[in-house]
């Protein structure tokens, strides 16, 4: 099949490089001609700089100039073309409606030029973006007002996780196709051949308004469960003593009904997708007379969740930020990524320079020079105040308090580090949980502050 994936960003760029290694022909298109030009250098460090995915830089260096093309110009690759995805951004607008600006902008430039090809062939318009229920239906609209002949609309939610996008790519849990005609879904299946009749991959093919409606309930599903351990497990850990998380963690997750994934506590979960997500499907709702209520609290408690350690370091350790060092260790939203979108770091950096706090910092294996872009120091002189270390134990040096946001491997082990670089007395915030032998490090004259804890001190 001849593909044109639009939007290389962490959606399209994986979807173009692991369609590629299953024998199609790709064009992975973007406007972006800096990013373009990037990937098309097939270097490591400079396809990382967009998106850093593990696995992602081999398929391409293995698949480009034979079945991956990149290109930032849509005319040259038009004619013969079976099936564009759509991979384009949809961020929210202010009221939490969904910003389709860029999608439609792709979508009217993608018209016109089908509208003129040569090759009347059947093509497919898939889209991948996470969109309004419905919005399918409105790109149908758009081609019937450029008059593009024999072209179908489909909706094929993406659910990759960050961090995870080749391997989930390449071994999804389902795959959702919705689609109005039995020709479109046989392009559908021949572009994802590989899954059909597959043992453990649920190939799923319904309407378009199913397939859009699915990602918005299992994204805030998701986010429901993850909310509900902070919102009641956590607390309950919090504010009850001898409760152990871990153990309440264990034997409520034995019930085979219940998911041992999203069964942990955090300061918040953070990314592109979990609130923008949401926050639009509450605008959906709202706009067709639906009760939002629990998607509302959900929404609150997470944004809550992200910065309330550092409320509760005030309130029950009796901290005071104003001039003091902090060390931050973790800035993306989740381990493996060096995604800032919507991160929890964004919030808690906002509120200890907001508590007037004199230096943080930093420390994350990845999302350095994200972070720079994010903390501008143009764009609010405060930024300034952040420094960069190149590991956790140089962030740890000259600080009077530690804060962990990110769930990163190498910060479970950190006892003896923090040890070696802070003598006690010490307080460690902790939004992870990243420090299972806290209470040794309790015993030694150390504070501990985490997410389903109470305040730890000797
Ligand atoms: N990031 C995730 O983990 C994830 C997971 C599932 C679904 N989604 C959804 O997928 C969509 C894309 O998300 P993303 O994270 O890949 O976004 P992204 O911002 O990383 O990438 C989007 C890309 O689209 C390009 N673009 C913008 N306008 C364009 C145009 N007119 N023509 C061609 N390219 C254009 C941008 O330059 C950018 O490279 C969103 O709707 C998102 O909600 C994201």
New binding site residues.
């Given amino acids: 099949m001849k593909i044109v994936v639009?939007?290389?960003?962490?959606?399209?760029l994986p979807h173009a490089a692991v369609c590629s290694e299953y024998g199609h022909e790709v064009y992975a298109?973007?406007?972006?001609t800096k990013?373009i030009a990037a990937y098309k250098t097939a270097k490591r460090e400079e396809i990382e700089k967009?998106?850093n995915e593990p696995g992602l830089a081999s398929i391409i260096q293995e698949n480009i100039n034979r079945s991956l093309h990149f290109i930032d110009d849509l005319e040259p690759v038009i004619e013969g073309v079976d099936a564009f995805f759509l991979?384009?951004?949809?961020p929210p607008n202010r009221d939490g409606s969904s910003n389709l600006s860029?999608y439609f902008?792709?979508v009217n430039?993608l018209a016109k030029l089908l509208a003129k090809r040569a090759d009347q062939r059947r093509v497919v318009i898939i889209n991948?973006?996470?969109?309004p229920v419905g919005t399918g239906r409105q790109l149908e609209e758009v081609l019937k007002s450029h008059n593009v002949p024999n072209v179908g609309i489909a909706s094929n939610?993406?659910?990759?996780?960050?961090g995870n996008?080749v391997e989930k790519s390449r071994h999804p849990d389902r795959v959702v196709v919705g689609a109005d005609t039995e020709e479109d879904f046989r392009i559908l299946r021949r572009i994802y051949s590989q899954f059909i009749n597959h043992v453990r991959i649920a190939f799923i093919e319904t309407t378009p308004e199913t397939a859009e409606s699915i990602?918005y309930v299992a994204n805030t599903l998701l986010l429901t469960y993850i909310s509900f351990w902070n919102g009641v497990g956590g607390r309950l850990a919090e504010s009850v003593s001898n409760v152990r998380m871990e153990d309440l963690k264990r034997g409520v997750t034995a019930d085979t009904r219940i998911s041992k994934w999203g069964s942990f506590v955090s300061n918040g979960a953070g990314?592109?997708?979990f609130g923008?997500?949401i926050q639009s499907l509450i605008y959906q709702l709202k706009s067709r007379n639906q009760s939002t209520d629990l998607l509302e609290s959900v929404y609150e408690i997470n944004e809550y969740q992200k910065t309330y350690l550092i409320d509760r370091a005030a309130a029950e350790a009796g901290v005071k930020f104003n001039n003091k060092v902090v060390a931050l260790l973790g800035l993306a939203f989740k381990q493996r990524t060096n995604?800032m979108r919507d991160a929890s770091a964004l919030k808690v950096v906002e509120s200890l320079l907001g508590r007037g706090v004199k230096e943080i910092r930093a420390y994350d294996p990845m999302a350095e020079e994200e972070a720079k872009r994010f903390f501008n120091p143009e764009h609010n002189h405060l930024f300034e105040r952040i420094s960069y270390h190149p590991s956790a134990k140089a962030a740890l040096e000259g600080s009077d308090m530690l804060f962990i946001s990110t769930d990163w491997e190498e910060f479970r082990g950190l006892s003896s580090t923090i040890e070696s670089t802070v003598p006690a007395p010490y307080l460690i915030i902790d939004g992870r949980r990243m420090i299972p032998d806290y209470n040794e490090l309790v015993e030694r004259g150390y504070s501990y502050l985490a997410v389903g804890s109470p305040y730890l001190n000797k």
Avoid: M, N, Q, W
């Avoid at 639009?6 to 399209?12: C, D, K, L, S």
């Fill in positions: 639009a939007g290389t960003g962490f959606v399209g298109y973007d406007i972006d990013r967009y998106v991979c384009l951004p949809t860029y902008d792709a430039h991948k973006s996470t969109v939610p993406e659910f990759l996780p960050e996008a990602k990314g592109s997708c923008k997500d995604d």
